[in-house]
């Protein structure tokens, strides 16, 4: 046999490869070598093939669920968490029994009535002190998990969520400029608990209580305006500065009313107390009680007053001292009578009436019991206003009632139902293209 030949013996076969003439041994490696790569070459180049095929596919087939209907597709919301914090709401829908798994948060959440619900703080994608970031942009790949232990990869999702500032609620003053008429004022402000707050550059973290609240006592001085600075620090937030003005006027006659006077009161009467430059009087220019008003030699003064008016009641009283420009001071008191006395007096629902006999009514201060759902809460120049329809549950049209909300309750649930017990006011609101009549709401219960 040549060298050409394959000889068998036995079961087994061998291929000998004549090496050419004059051809060198690395020249051979060389060329076996080449025809190795080209093949896994090929291998790889057709693996590749195969392999991006299968996950088009099965990207193809995850992107159809919510198209076919396998699936609902989830809803995402901005809100506001209870602490103060602005967050995401997320909510899947699935079947009951199944489970929603995020990798990203390494969380599983239950199908609950069709859905299941994610509240997720903004914060939580945030490091530690974020100041130099502006946004951050967050994949999720959702997957639920069958009770069948089954696995549906859903179509991922994508947030663009912004670097969310440290949450701060200014609750005294209202606004960012207020006129003050003592040397002392409560700053009251609402954080997240665990924040680091300044007044003025004075750390006042300590003084936040267990709700996040704190009370500051700031010295206002007699002259014009009083720069007032508030700087809060939350984890994973950013800082947040807020810039106030407190003005008080000059004084020409040294004159203050007590802290401890009554902002609003259920009682018909309320007593104003202060101190004045000692030589002055005082001269009331409201009613007040005849025989009330008392000036000590100390210069500690007081007078009682009564309060007719259901709503705001303004309190006027001057000094005066020989040689020295009168010094005005002025004071309001908020007064509702308890709910059994006010409530007592309202009248049962007269939607046509009071289209009609507003001004009359609104003159009489007459006082009706608005029941219905909340259809819109809104914020009127830092006033609460809310819609409420209280049509008939046999009308085809809505019945809107407009209501200034001055009630304990505040930031009622939109379509809950309510019973507001409301003073008329006069002239009629144009809201959602008709004329409805407005209301200022003093209690707010369950009907």
């Known amino acids: 046999m040549s060298q050409n030949d394959a000889v068998e013996s036995g079961r087994t076969s061998v291929v000998r490869i004549k090496r050419r003439k004059g051809e ?69 829908f699935g079947n009951d029994g199944d489970l929603l798994f995020i990798p990203e948060l390494n969380r599983s959440f239950p199908f609950v009535g069709g859905m299941t619900e994610i509240d997720i703080a903004d914060s939580s994608w945030f490091d530690l002190s974020p100041e130099g970031e502006t946004a951050a942009i967050i994949n999720m790949t959702p997957v639920v998990l069958t009770n069948k232990n089954g696995r549906v990869a859903l179509p991922g999702m994508q947030l663009t969520v912004e670097t969310p500032q440290s949450p701060l609620e200014m609750i005294e003053p209202k606004s960012d400029r207020e006129e003050v008429d003592t040397s002392k004022f409560e700053l009251k402000i609402k954080v997240v608990r665990g924040s680091k707050v300044l007044v003025n550059g004075e750390d006042q973290t300590d003084m936040v209580n267990n709700e996040g609240e704190l009370l500051a006592v700031v010295d206002v001085d007699d002259i014009g305006d009083n720069p007032i600075s508030v700087s809060v620090s939350t984890a994973h937030h950013r800082e947040t500065r807020k810039d106030i003005i407190l003005y008080r006027e000059p004084q020409t006659i040294e004159m203050e009313r007590s802290m401890n006077t009554v902002k609003s009161t259920t009682k018909s009467s309320a007593t104003i ?56 001071a002025s004071y309001t008191i908020y007064h509702v009578p308890p709910l ?42 830092g006033t609460q206003m809310m819609a409420i329809d209280v049509a008939p549950a046999e009308a085809e049209e809505r019945q809107i009632c407009v209501l200034e909300n001055r009630a304990a309750v505040q930031n009622p649930e939109k379509d809950r139902r309510y019973k507001a017990y409301a003073d008329v006011q006069p002239g009629l609101v144009f809201y959602n293209g008709a004329n409805c009549p407005k209301l200022v709401c003093r209690y707010l219960v369950d009907p």
């Open 24 to 92: 060198s041994p690395l020249r051979l490696l060389a060329n076996v070598l080449t025809r190795l790569l080209i093949i896994c070459f090929s291998v790889a180049f057709f693996g590749y093939l195969l392999y991006t095929a299968f996950f088009w596919f099965d990207s193809w087939r995850t992107g159809r669920i919510y198209e076919v209907g396998t699936y609902r597709a989830p809803l995402v919301e901005e809100m506001v968490m209870e602490d103060g914090q602005l967050g995401h709401a997320l909510t899947f």
């Open 273 to 328: 107390s202060g101190t004045v430059e000692v030589g002055a009087n005082i001269v009331v220019d409201s009613t007040y009680n005849e025989g009330s008003l008392e000036v000590k030699e100390n210069g500690s003064f007081s007078f009682k007053v009564p309060l007719p008016i259901t709503g705001d009641n303004v309190i006027t009283w001057h000094a005066t001292m020989q040689g020295r420009q009168d010094q005005y």
């Open 340 to 381: 059994t006395e006010y409530g007592g007096k309202a009248w049962k629902m007269d939607y046509k009436g009071l289209l009609d006999t507003n001004e009359r009514w609104s003159a009489d201060n007459r006082i009706f019991a608005v029941i219905g759902p909340v259809v819109e809460v809104w914020d009127e120049e």
